[in-house]
């Protein structure tokens, strides 16, 4: 009789494995899929920081068509220009304060969060990432700069102002009653191949 248990919990402890192993695979492979909101807190109430809300609509390349289904992958460093806090740093492609949110058929947005800082001791400007996605268009890399950052070159304001090209865009916060920062960026969509080069990200 013990052995027959014993046999039963090693097949139940494979079955679950897998399981998990599978659920897995699906979240990278299928995220796409997933139904997020286009509305995201990545922050907990007491972050450090000042708070900050973008917002905007996501289009389709006719710039007049809301981009439905349209997902955005944001990451972003903390007030302390870390991805980890506690003064470790780590491999960006697991960062601490991340999140998707997921557009409706009016392609609109909304993310709370914190300014994040810039990396400590050296001279980016500070910045959100964004990678986008939609229904016939495979993932690309874009980034989220802000209006009046010392840091912000020449070639940043070239990209934001090319756009054909939509991977750098400058987004003037101004603050509210409430002294919560506030910027609206809209997004045009691009197709860009894809290649070894795009980043799918692992969270």
Not at 7 to 36: G, H, K, M, P, Y
């Amino acid at each position: 009789m013990k052995k027959r248990n014993l046999i039963f919990l090693f097949w139940l402890f494979l079955f679950c494995s897998c399981r998990q192993t599978n659920a897995s695979v699906d979240f990278l492979e299928n995220s796409d899929t997933l139904d997020f909101s286009s509305k995201i807190v990545l922050v907990k109430e007491g972050e450090p920081g000042e708070k900050m809300v973008i917002s905007g609509t996501v289009y389709l390349p006719d710039r007049k068509t809301p981009a439905k289904g349209a997902i955005l992958a944001v990451w972003q460093t903390d007030a302390n220009g870390l991805y980890y806090n506690k003064g470790k740093e780590g491999p960006e492609d697991n960062p601490r304060i991340r999140g998707r949110v997921k557009t409706g058929a009016d392609g609109k947005y909304e993310i709370h969060t914190i300014k994040p800082a810039p990396y400590p001791g050296n001279r980016i400007p500070s910045h959100i990432h964004v990678h986008v996605s939609a229904p016939d268009f495979p993932e690309y890399g874009s980034e989220y700069l802000f209006e009046g950052d010392k840091y912000i070159t020449s070639e940043d304001l070239r990209r934001s102002e090319n756009k054909n090209d939509g991977s750098t865009h400058i987004i003037k916060l101004t603050k509210e009653n409430k002294g919560i920062l506030s910027g609206k960026c809209d997004l045009i969509l691009k197709y860009v191949k894809p290649s070894g080069e795009t980043m799918k990200l692992a969270w």
